[in-house]
């Protein structure tokens, strides 16, 4: 039949309208495959029937409209949408000319295709409120054979605040299946459309052998739309602790803290707490605030409750600005020290630096010349001889950096600069106090690239490299405090200095030779391999051992990487000398697929005294995350100490979900022992009820029926 489109004016009361002067709703449309008038004047639309008023639309089989009245009697099925979120789909309805308020029968009111409520009838009220009575709420899938569904709050009456999104329930019973597990006799959740809302979230068990079994129960706060707090009691048969984690957004940046107070049996009579925090903020002028808090009471309180397994814990602020060509930082440190055998008063515990850098592009010399400063200063708070030292240092240079391109290909870089060292050494009677020294250097770095395409389709390059470098000046007689570990690889073959700070400087004449080889092919598997090895005239005893740069000549350097298509990376470096003596190895490995990502890594340090390393060193660390089923993952993680022959972690985790429910177990044991840690093992339950919360991610995994 010819479909027809009426614009029914008659719905609206007018006389209402004629009283109230604000802006008249738009009028209500409908569409039906026909609409006729009977002989009591009463309208009626048959057929495919769609009625459109705001951001309300129904379809049904069948409308009336009474004049007299202004009601609709509605003959289903019936399918009506309130605005984005809301779909009721009813057997029958009878309703006012607004779409807004009346009664339907035999409904289900689904909520952000999440959350359904059935029931016998729904009593719409105005336009805020959805009134239900003898309702089932879940948000599982439910199927038709007559099997309840695998959770379910069933009440006597569940009223639908639309303008706050807040469910409210009287006479509650939570059943899993069909069983009653507890009974409430009133009830408020938030819909799925609401992202924050203060309330209980998840609770989860927790049980571990120092603290026992337990119960975490996180009560969210929304203070404001910028800001919420996060409390969670943590009660056991061991504990009384309160977590919290409070966060605040700015316009320019953000802010998160995190910590807990604790009394336990583990130090009896004593209030034992941790504070974690961190903040990022945009200034003026292009400068970026970062800053960082870490404090706890005790040193085995952060594992004794694993909220971290950091053994030096550090406060910082920092403030920063990078542009096109200047750099400026300030960073102030001050770190606190969780280790056994460390003392907090005899480390450098406050820590000040201020660098800045300067490019310039001279257009009648060509290259560019670049001016560095940097400002330190580390103190220890304790005030004995030695090892209570305390050092400043400013270092500056002043470099002129070039390249070229000869003829044939060769690439040539040069660079030719001078550094400026002051240090002022304090309480420390071996060595002077004020010491300075200027350096010349040069170094000229040579690269000869070349490219090939191999009869299987791969392109291949070849790059043979070369530097020679030289610092004037001796080493200042200063201790090394900041330069006590150095690593040696393919970034920093080719370095005027391998020291990672300036407190140190490679002196004299430094040569570096190597060879970067890689293969492109077409399958889309990359290999890259470096070689290179470090020679100079005059030994360095700042270098350790296992550092590989000891003596005249350095190790051999060797390090390669394999990536394909199909996930698989493996990067692999060692160093090793002219009797295979290797010094250190180390083996990266991951492979990611659509149900799998397993990564893992194996080091090999040689004992070194220098580096307070006093046994041979071998570790395996592997860890993975698995899609093990449809509904199922599982991620496990395991560190083994192969000098030691046996673990040190182990953790495993399993999930469950569903559209409906995230039952989420874990499992972990800490074996590593200390004069105060004792292994422990612990134990994590929590479940989760999906549909009361915002939606995660975009996939569904919903269970399907028969």
Same mark, same amino acid.
């Given at each position: ?644 022959? =046996?673990? %040190? *972690?182990?953790?495993? !985790? ?10 989420? /177990? +874990? #499992? $972990? @044991?800490?074996?590593? =022992?200390? %004069? *105060?840690?004792?292994? !422990? ?10 549909? /009361? +919360? #915002? $939606? @995660?991610?975009?996939?569904?995994? %919903?269970?399907?029926?028969?």
């Amino acid at each position: 039949m010819i479909r027809i489109l009426a614009l029914l004016f008659l719905m609206w009361p007018i006389a209402a309208y004629a009283q109230d002067t604000t802006v008249p709703p738009s009028p209500a449309v409908l569409v039906a495959d026909e609409i006729f008038i009977a002989e009591d004047r009463e309208l009626i639309a048959r057929g495919n029937v769609e009625a459109f008023q705001g951001q309300v639309r129904m379809q049904a089989q069948e409308i009336r409209y009474d004049r007299v009245t202004g009601a609709l009697t509605i003959t289903g099925p019936i399918r009506l949408q309130d605005g984005d979120s809301i779909i009721i789909v009813a057997d029958a309805a009878e309703l006012d000319q607004n779409l807004r308020t009346g009664l339907l029968t035999g409904a289900r009111i689904v909520i952000d295709q999440q959350l359904q409520l059935s029931t016998a009838q729904v009593e719409r009220v105005n336009e805020r409120y959805n009134q239900t009575y003898k309702t089932a709420v879940t948000s599982c899938k439910t199927c038709e054979d007559g099997k309840p569904p695998l959770w379910q709050i069933r009440a006597r009456r569940v009223i639908h605040d639309k303008q706050e999104r807040q469910l409210y329930f009287e006479d509650a019973q939570f059943r899993i299946g069909n069983v009653p597990v507890f009974y409430l006799p009133r009830l408020r959740l938030p819909d799925p459309t609401v992202k924050r809302a203060t309330g209980f979230l998840i609770p989860s068990y927790v049980s571990t052998s120092e603290l026992g079994f337990g119960i975490k129960v996180p009560y969210f706060i929304a203070l404001r739309e910028d800001r919420d707090l996060t409390l969670t009691p943590y009660v056991s048969s061991r504990t009384r602790t309160m977590e919290f984690r409070y966060r605040q957004a700015f316009a320019t940046g953000d802010i998160q803290f995190d910590g807990a107070i604790s009394r336990d049996d583990l130090r009896s009579g004593s209030t034992r707490a941790y504070l974690f925090g961190d903040g990022d903020f945009d200034l003026r002028n292009d400068f970026k605030l970062k800053f960082g808090i870490e404090l706890a009471s005790d040193d085995d309180y952060l594992e004794d409750y694993s909220y971290s397994s950091k053994d030096r814990l550090d406060s910082q602020i920092l403030v920063s600005r990078a542009r096109k060509d200047e750099y400026s930082a300030a960073s102030l440190i001050n770190y606190n020290s969780l280790r056994d055998n460390e003392t907090g008063s005899t480390i450098p515990s406050i820590i000040g630096d201020l660098f800045y850098q300067k490019r310039l592009f001279p257009g009648l010399i060509g290259g560019e010349f670049r001016l560095t400063a940097n400002l330190h200063n580390h103190i220890r708070t304790s005030d004995k001889d030695i090892i209570g030292r305390d050092v400043q240092r400013f270092n500056t240079k002043a470099e002129w950096l070039q390249g070229w391109t000869l003829p044939g290909g060769l690439r040539a870089e040069g660079r030719v600069g001078v550094a400026g060292d002051i240090f002022n050494i304090t309480q420390d009677s071996s060595t002077n106090q004020n010491q300075s020294q200027f350096s010349p250097y040069t170094t000229v770095a040579l690269r000869y690239p070349m490219s090939r395409i191999d009869d299987s389709g791969a392109t291949q390059f070849l790059e043979p490299i070369a530097q020679f470098a030289y610092t004037g000046s001796d080493q200042l007689d200063i201790p090394n405090e900041e330069s006590t570990l150095v690593d040696f690889d393919g970034g920093n073959l080719l370095s005027l200095s391998r020291f990672p700070s300036p407190d140190r400087r490679e002196r004299g004449t430094v040569g570096a030779v190597g060879v970067n080889w890689s293969r492109f092919a077409p399958t889309g598997m990359e290999t890259s391999l470096t070689l290179g090895q470090v020679i100079r005239n005059e030994a360095d005893e700042n270098f350790t051992v296992s550092s590989g740069l000891s003596g005249i000549r350095s190790d051999y350097l060797v390090a390669g990487q394999i990536k394909t298509l199909n996930g698989w990376d493996l990067t692999g470096r060692t160093l090793f000398n002219d009797k295979f003596d290797f010094s250190r190895a180390e083996i990266l490995g991951s492979y990611s697929h659509k149900r799998a990502k397993i990564s893992g890594s194996y080091l090999w340090l040689t004992e070194d005294p220098g580096e307070e390393r006093f046994i041979d060193t071998s570790e395996l660390f592997l860890d993975g995350d698995f899609v093990v089923a449809k509904n199922w993952t599982a991620s496990a993680d395991w560190r083994y100490d192969l000098t030691a022959n =046996r673990a %040190s *972690n182990t953790g495993l !985790t399993l999930v469950y979900f569903n559209e409906c429910v995230e039952v989420e /177990f +874990s #499992a $972990r @044991r800490r074996y590593t =022992r200390s %004069s *105060n840690l004792e292994p !422990t093992t612990s134990f994590g339950l929590s479940i989760g009820l999906r549909g /009361f +919360s #915002a $939606r @995660r991610g975009t996939e569904t995994y %919903s269970r399907t029926c028969g």
